[in-house]
């Protein structure tokens, strides 16, 4: 939902960083395989209840992100990087819970699953629209140029880059962070399907 009014706001330093560092011989793929080492560094700093480490390691995750977008774009974006780059942010997202369930079982276990479960929801509605988005040739720039068309909905990068934040922050209130969390991303996906059901009630053109 906030992921048009930050990249308005993020996009032209993250650019500028893009190009200085593509200048510098650095590429998009070795960031964003760094970006995700950081992030499951975050999520085993949360499962042995070191948050502060978590904090700064998944802040650094989330730094990589910005960054690996930005030098591709100052070289050339690929298929290769954007695949790269969604499935390992969508890893990085799942392993955050697993860690808090793995700090606190008896705590955390039911309202990790929880999440994880609304997880898939809005992932596999995401890319499913995707796919038939690129199947009619349809895009948006609304969040950025990306490598995919993007759907939004209530919970997007920024609204899931903040809870997880919260939770770091906050480790005791991950339950109701977790529930609060999840019952948005069921509103995500079930916004998704039902756009994806309208969107796609019509045969592609020319029959594809």
Known sequence: MLDPW?????????????????????????????????GLAAAAAVALGAFGWALLLFFLNRLADGLDGAVARAAGPTDRGGFLDIVLDFLVYAALPLGFAAADPASN???AAVLLFTFIGTATSFLAYAVFAAKRGLSTR???????YYLGGLTEGTETVAVFA????????????????????????????YAGSVTFTAPPPHGG
């Open 109 to 111: 276990a039911l309202p």
């Open 6 to 38: 930050v990249r308005r706001r993020i996009d032209k330093p993250l650019n500028a960083a893009g190009r200085w560092l593509y200048g510098r011989g650095v590429r998009a793929d070795r960031i964003t395989v760094l970006g995700f080492g950081c």
């Open 142 to 148: 609304l969040r950025g140029h990306k490598s995919i």
């Open 166 to 193: 919260l939770m770091l922050l906050l480790p005791a209130w991950f339950p109701w962070l977790a529930y609060g969390f999840a019952a948005a991303c069921a509103i995500t996906a079930a916004t998704r399907i």
